[in-house]
């Protein structure tokens, strides 16, 4: 069974860099036709689309946040990383990381990642 | 970007209610849409795709229809256990994707 576990850490100063991993067990990043992302969510808001990385390296950013977003792929752990620099408040929301075929079929539990000093 | 507009925000319903969500899009986004739902404190799940789809292990109560630019997550008889929020989503144009505002369903 597909399982997406977020890691990392759950609170950020204002100016540094985000940065969070999914570890992706059940299904191999390396031959799968899905690409592998991230959807954030504000405290009582909706939903944004951060990015999406397919096996190969192509990316799709939104481009609100294109500019400070980074999402790779580890292969060899298996895993999906985002960076997000320069962060703010308004970046406090929980991050879930996410498998998608355009809409997203299987989702992370979350992390919620505070910026504050 | 194609903005995703959900009507109503929130309803109120009781158990056995038929209930009705409208979605529209800024431009034609074919069939290219999905429905979440989404419980406090958990991750949205998946209930349908290609506009009327039904993912595997969702109850037949919930089905969706529309193509183009209006789209409609229809719950044929409420249950207690689907009180949630409730959003759609494009997937025709990304980047980006995007989602709607959210339906927020609670008990009447």
């Known amino acids: 069974q597909l399982q997406l576990q977020e890691s990392g850490p759950g609170l950020v100063k204002p100016s540094e860099t985000l940065s969070l991993t999914c570890s992706v067990s059940?299904?191999?990043?390396?031959?799968?036709?899905?690409?592998w992302g991230w959807v954030r969510q504000s405290p009582g808001k909706g939903l944004e689309w951060i990015g999406s990385?397919?096996?190969?390296?192509?990316?799709y950013y939104n481009p609100s946040l294109k500019s400070r977003v980074i999402v790779s792929v580890d292969k060899s752990k298996n895993q999906v990383s985002l960076k997000l620099n320069s962060v703010t408040a308004a970046d406090t929301a929980v991050y879930y990381c996410a498998r998608l075929l355009g809409f997203v079929d299987y989702w992370g539990q979350g992390i919620l990642v505070a910026v504050s000093s | 970007d194609i903005l995703m507009t959900q009507s109503p925000s929130s309803l109120s319903a009781s158990v056995g209610d038929r209930v009705t969500i409208t979605c529209r899009a800024s431009?034609?986004?074919?069939?290219?849409l999905a429905w979440y739902q989404q419980k406090p404190g958990r991750a949205p799940k998946i209930l349908l795709y290609a506009a009327s789809t039904l993912e595997s292990g969702v109850p037949s109560r919930f089905s969706g229809s529309g193509s183009g630019t209006d789209f409609t997550l229809t719950i044929s008889s409420l249950q207690p256990e689907d009180f949630a929020t409730y959003y759609c989503q494009q997937y025709y144009s990304p980047p980006p994707l995007t989602f709607g505002g959210g339906t927020k369903v609670d008990i009447k």
């Open positions: 990385i397919f096996y190969s390296g192509s990316t």
């Open positions: 059940g299904d191999s990043i390396s031959i799968s036709r899905y690409y």
């Open positions: 431009q034609d986004i074919a069939n290219s």
